[in-house]
């Protein structure tokens, strides 16, 4: 079992910068693919990014957050980040974190394993 908590969410101006962080308990944390997702209201999830497990050498992002979000994961401490800079109105959303053993599945939204309860991001223009 996993269990991942966000936290990091708030109140931004457009072009401000968040951090957010996922904890996660257990042993195994580095073996997972960690990711991020987001559902603004009336929408649909949608994932955001995904950093594979191990050493995280390996990442994939949403077309329109490249450049802009960053995902990390530091093994030791059992946590994932999401650097969020240049924010826009349009990345309003509760923010999840996800983790799974299958880095593609991440990225296909298919069968993830855990899912954080999320952190509401609210950039206003």
């Known amino acids: 079992q996993v269990q991942l908590v966000e936290s990091g969410g708030g109140l931004v101006q457009a072009g401000g910068s968040l951090r957010l962080s996922c904890a996660a308990s257990?042993?195994?944390?580095?073996?997972?693919?960690m990711g991020w997702f987001r559902q603004a209201p009336g929408k649909e999830r949608q994932f955001v990014a995904v950093?594979?497990?191990?050493?995280?050498?390996?990442?994939t992002y949403l077309d329109s957050v490249k450049g802009r979000f960053t995902i990390s994961r530091d093994n030791a401490k059992n946590t994932v980040y999401l650097q969020m800079n240049s924010l826009k109105p349009e990345d309003t959303a509760v923010y999840y974190c996800?983790?799974?053993?299958?880095?593609?599945?991440?990225?296909?939204?298919?069968?993830?394993?855990?899912w954080g309860k999320g952190t509401l991001v609210t950039v206003s223009s």
């Open positions: 950093i594979s497990g191990s050493g995280g050498s390996s990442t």
């Open positions: 257990g042993r195994t944390f580095s073996r997972y693919a």
């Open positions: 996800a983790a799974d053993l299958a880095y593609h599945d991440i990225i296909d939204s298919k069968g993830v394993n855990y």
